[in-house]
Structure formats: C-alpha cells, structure tokens
T-cell receptor
Framework: SQTIHQWPATLVQPVGSPLSLECTVE??????LYWYRQAAGRGLQLLFY??????ISSEVPQNLSASRPQDRQFILSSKKLLLSDSGFYLC?????????????FGPGTRLLVL | LAKTTQPISMDSYEGQEVNITCSHN???????ITWYQQFPSQGPRFIIQ???TKVTNEVASLFIPADRKSSTLSLPRVSLSDTAVYYC?????????????FGSGTRLSIRP
C-alpha cells in the first residue's frame, strides 16, 4: 500500500530563517506530487506540483521554492521566512486509475513563523 | 479548470441526513466530481467520486443530475465525528500534469 510521510510535524522558526520541509512517498513510482498551504480557518492553496524528477510547476509567486531530487521525494524550501509563511503545509500524491483521479495527503507540517 | 461553489458553512444535528450541494456550471465532458473531508490538523481525505447519476459507498452518497452542473454529497445519519470541512472538486484525470484546486469548502458542524 502507498504511504506518504512528512516531517517535521511542527516547526517554529524566526522571521528571516531558512526552511526545509520534506515529503516522501512509499509504495508507488513516478507519482505526481503536490505542496499545499492552508492558513488557519482557510482552504487549501496549491503552491507547487511536480510530475517527475527535477520538474516543478509553481502556482503562486512567493519566497518559497520546491525541488524533487528523487522520484518519491518532494522538498519545500525558503531562504528567508516571512510571517505570512505561517500555516499548515500539506504534501499530496496523485493516484490515477484509468480516468479516475484521487489525491492522498500526508499528515502535514504546522509552521509558525515568529 | 471548472470552478466550484459550495456553502461556506452548515449546521445539523446528530442522526440527521445532511446534504451539501456544490455548483460547477463549467464542468467539462471528461471531468469527474470528487469530495474530500478534512478534520482539523489533518490533510483532506477522499470520500467519494462520481461522473453522473448516483454513487454510493460506505461513507456517503453522491447525486449528480443529468446536466452535471451541480452535485450533492449526502451523509446519512450524521454523528458528532462528521464535523469537518467538506471540499467539492472537479477535474479530469486524463492530463498527466493535472492540477487539483481546492476551494474554501463547506464547514459542517454537527450538534448533539
């Protein structure tokens, strides 16, 4: 079965510090991977998605970046965090069975920037 | 990508049937309709998916009229544990680079 991992689970960082969040998927190969951010009480905002190693599509211009160094690894980074980067970060992978598509989410990382 | 519109919030009581309707007027021919459920501090969880008419699983039913411009998620006999945010999504699985966009969802509150 497929499993998606995220770490860390929670993170408190000062403004201006760097960020690295990691997501890994087990039990599938060449998955489409996604990074979302959710502010408190709000919906999910798609940040990045990747269809393969080294392939990143950005949805929202900001101080975040993403990388996919391995097939089942997706990393979200920032060189200098802003207060507005606080939120709940979710990684997801897409399962495609014929024409039916579903997304499976990791446990998330709660980031607080102070 | 077809945009979806759903109520911001709904309230109900334990044991009641809850119906959440989603509008998607610009749905494309090859789009499927998918509903997710999200509890606080967790990622969304797939509930049900359909293309037309009615789909039922152990959790919910999904009703889709012939014109497919809307859909209704039906939760039978809700309990307190059904309190969550419910998202309606419309999209196709044919594109290898498909983007899945979540709206704001419907915040469902179940009372004793």
């Amino acid at each position: 079965s497929q499993t998606i991992h995220q770490w860390p689970a929670t993170l408190v960082q000062p403004v201006g510090s760097p960020l690295s969040l990691e997501c890994t998927v087990e039990g599938t190969s060449n998955p489409n991977l996604y990074w979302y951010r959710q502010a408190a009480g709000r919906g999910l905002q798609l940040l990045f998605y990747s269809v393969g190693i080294g392939q990143i599509s950005s949805e929202v211009p900001q101080n975040l970046s993403a990388s996919r160094p391995q097939d089942r690894q997706f990393i979200l980074s920032s060189k200098k965090l802003l207060l507005s980067d606080s939120g709940f970060y979710l990684c997801a992978w897409r399962r495609l069975a014929g024409a039916i598509e579903t997304q499976y989410f990791g446990p998330g990382t709660r980031l607080l920037v102070l | 990508l077809a945009k979806t519109t759903q109520p911001i919030s709904m309230d109900s009581y334990e044991g009641q049937e809850v119906n959440i309707t989603c509008s998607h007027n610009n749905i494309a021919t090859n789009d499927y309709i998918t509903w997710y459920q999200q509890f606080p501090s967790q990622g969304p969880r797939f509930i049900i998916q359909g293309y037309k008419t009615k789909v039922t699983n152990e959790v919910a039913s999904l009703f889709i009229p012939a014109d497919r411009k809307s859909s209704t998620l039906s939760l039978p006999r809700v309990s307190l544990s059904d309190t969550a945010v419910y998202y309606c999504l419309v999209g196709a699985g044919y594109s290898s680079a498909s983007k899945i966009i979540f709206g704001s969802g419907t915040r469902l509150s179940i009372r004793p």
